[in-house]
């Protein structure tokens, strides 16, 4: 076992900085109901998210379901496991279940496609505790911001890691000294988690840890494209610039779209042109260099346009949040918004027998006017989300009201075939006012003569020259000359005869 696991905190007491977040998750599980908010833990890999997490569930002796980046995460499987589990109760007799989905803001491609949706359904719908973690908060979506309540993890400083590792050399019977043990804490960059990874890393095979062990085994410092940016309308210097833009793992049209994006934040006009023309020249390097794999010609592409906005921004800095490119967002909108289409022709063209392409071809506008005519009647026919009716009616507001309706309507029946079920299960079970009372004829009252006797119990003779009414004649006629009367035929004189 890797020591950042085998010295995962067990509680939150040993959870190592962060105190005001670990103060908010406290209060959060001290005092959850079913109207609580889900969490979303967000801030830098390493600080301490999802072992605060489960040091949470262990203090509060709730069991952990956790869905993370290494797993599919499509709309089916989250509903099947998240889904599932936010609603039922734990089977090894934990208080309750806390749902953690690990690295939220990891959704792309199409192994997870309506993975998005389906976090959002869960955070509706959950009747248990649910966790999200995120390393970037605004890499996910708006609409899963606002139902969740945010606490923030800040990087660790170096001042608090030191202990920590200190405790480990102790516990693996490591000697280290104080200067080895601050040269990783502070190579780590507020993450502890590589800081420990750095320590074992230099301990293997020894049983002191000196300078030049330290030197090897250091974090791989790759800058982030948020780094560039940040220095990129600061006030870096050309050297400094040009030495973060190679640590970045973007190729230089992701790079350009990224300045892109904020150039906005040069407010005079005159240096907004400028930075634009640089931008313009470098886009010519990099359409060269895709026409010609050149690739070369990059190194221009990546100088002009770094170095120039540079110049242009004037070391202003960014005093507002960074913005991914606009294009991304588009083309995110445009992908969910061609599986939303995707899925309601499929409900439509199966409940009609009629293929999705007729149907979008040729049948789409007419569906659209039936569809805004009467939205509740459609919604609840072909069974629709507020998303996929709004795809035919383009009225956001009026669809998530018509499918609120319907999920309101849903409820209402699940509650009256629930007290349904419940008042024949209670009639059931309740004892018959008949038991013991025999299927055959009523007993005769003492004193009285059955049926055909006089008083005495002997047979009741005619009157001389009468015939029995029941009696029949050879003729087939009674005493009165009347036919005989059809006898009534039930399934038992049906089966008679046989």
Known sequence: MDWASKYRPKHLADVVGNSTALQLMAEWARSWTFSSKPLLLYGKPGTGKTSSVYALAADFSWEVIELNASDQRTRDI?????????????????????????????????????????????????RQPLILIVNELYQVTPEIRSHAEQVQFRALPARSIIPR???????????????????????????????????????????SIGDKEVSTSRKDERASVFDLISA??????????????????????????????NIGHIK???????AYHYLIRADEYIGLTYRQQYHTLWRYATALM???????????????????????RKIGSYRKQNMVRTAMLAKIGKSLHLSQYTLRDSYLTPFSLLADRDPLEFARAFSLDADELNLLIHDKPRSQKV?????????????????????????????????????????????EPAPGQDTKGLPKSPLPGSEPPSE??????????????????TQKTLFDGF
């Open 165 to 207: 590792l200190r405790y480990i050399c102790s516990a693996e019977g490591l000697k280290c000294s104080e200067d080895s043990l601050r040269i990783i804490a502070e190579s780590a960059n507020g993450d502890m988690r590589a800081a420990i990874n750095m320590l074992e890393a230099a301990a293997i095979g020894r049983s």
């Open 472 to 489: 029949m004649r050879k003729d087939g006629k009674n005493a009165s000359g009347d036919e005989k009367p059809e006898e009534k035929r």
């Open 232 to 261: 990129v309308y600061g006030s870096a210097k050309p050297q400094k610039l040009m030495q973060i833009v190679y640590e970045v793992d973007e190729t230089p049209d992701t790079i350009a779209q990224w300045i892109e994006s």
């Open 403 to 447: 499918v609120k309706n319907l999920i309101d309507e849903e409820r209402v029946k699940e509650r009256e075939r629930v007290k349904a079920g419940k008042l024949k299960g209670k009639k059931e079970s309740e004892p018959s006012a008949v038991v013991g009372r025999s299927a055959g004829p009523l007993p005769i009252p003492p004193n």
């Open 78 to 126: 989250i509903k099947k496991v998240a889904g599932a589990g936010s609603v039922t109760g734990s089977l090894i007799g934990a208080s309750r279940k806390l749902i953690l989905l690990d690295e939220a803001d990891n959704l792309h491609g199409t192994a997870d496609r309506g993975g998005a949706r389906a976090i959002l359904d869960v955070m509706r719908d959950t």
């Open 306 to 328: 770094v170095l120039g906005v540079s110049e242009s921004a004037g070391g202003k800095g960014i005093h507002a949040r960074i913005t991914s490119p606009e294009r991304w």
């Open 268 to 274: 005079e006009m005159n240096r907004y042109f400028q």
